[in-house]
């Protein structure tokens, strides 16, 4: 996989960065990203567990509150290891003109890639439902009726999202906020710094750095479940590939915000009409 001149994968270090060993590139300290790493998958997974006990209601505002410290918290962390190489973070951004064409573009890109992707997405989730089906011997239904007759997986995976999606004037305004705020930094962390960085370690390999990325932003999701982490891994690899395409994140952070705060809302109206 060729990367553009201009991506972020291709970003030129300041003159006076240290200098890098056999993995060329390298943009952090490994026990940085290491930790980083771990740090994202032991809190996805103590996320899941606390979703899965019963509880009373959900303070969706604090929840928010809270889910932006830790993004603020990751992006920290990153601009901490980037630091220490002497690289500005700015230079995950890749090549991002600022006139309003090239702004409109970006724009176009992500409807484009937001809608192409649902598409994908759909596609494995019904070959996903097909293969269970098939492995536990049921009768595989309708790629409709799976839309709209989720097992008790995908069903207890809805129940949490409900409690996650806003309900009235406030909690729009909350949610809005935080999928912005989340499409921009998880960008960062994802395809900026973890996607260049994995690149690194495989000398290059734009294929490896979409891949292990793409695989730990699956395993950053496991509070919506084993199939839609894999969902999630699947997306993350296509934002992997338009970061690529694009050489910058905008495109990105663009329809990764626009997908949340749609899911949210979609959820959202779902619930004010009974159908979850």
Known sequence: MQTPENSPMNTPFPDDAEELTPKQHS????????????????F??????????PHGPVNRLETYESTAAMELLLF??????????????????????????????????AIVFWIGSLAILGTVGILWTSVEAALTHRQPLHPVAQTFAPD??????????????????????????????????????????????FMAWARGNAAAGVVFSALVFGGAHAYQGLRNMVLLAVFGALF?????????????????????????????????????
Request: glycine letters at 12%.
């Open 27 to 42: 943009i952090a300290p490994a026990w940085h990203t290491i930790v980083l790493v771990i740090g994202i998958l032991a």
């Open 76 to 109: 920290g962390w990153v601009g901490l290891g980037l630091y220490l190489r002497r690289i500005p973070i700015r230079s995950l951004l890749g090549f991002i003109p600022g006139d309003a064409r090239s702004i409109a573009t970006d724009l176009g890109i």
């Open 152 to 197: 008790p997986t995908q069903q207890q995976t809805l129940r949490t999202l409900e409690q996650l999606a806003p309900s009235n004037g406030e909690e729009i305004a909350g949610w809005i906020v935080l999928c912005i705020l989340v499409g921009v930094l998880e960008e960062i962390v994802f395809r900026g710094y973890l996607q260049i960085q």
């Open 44 to 53: 996805s997974f103590h996320g899941a567990a606390h979703f899965a006990l």
């Open 240 to 276: 992997g590939v338009l970061a690529l395409y694009r050489g910058s994140l905008r495109a990105g952070m663009f329809a990764h915000s626009w997908q949340d705060i749609v899911a949210g809302l979609v959820l959202m109206l779902l619930k004010s009409y009974h159908f979850i």
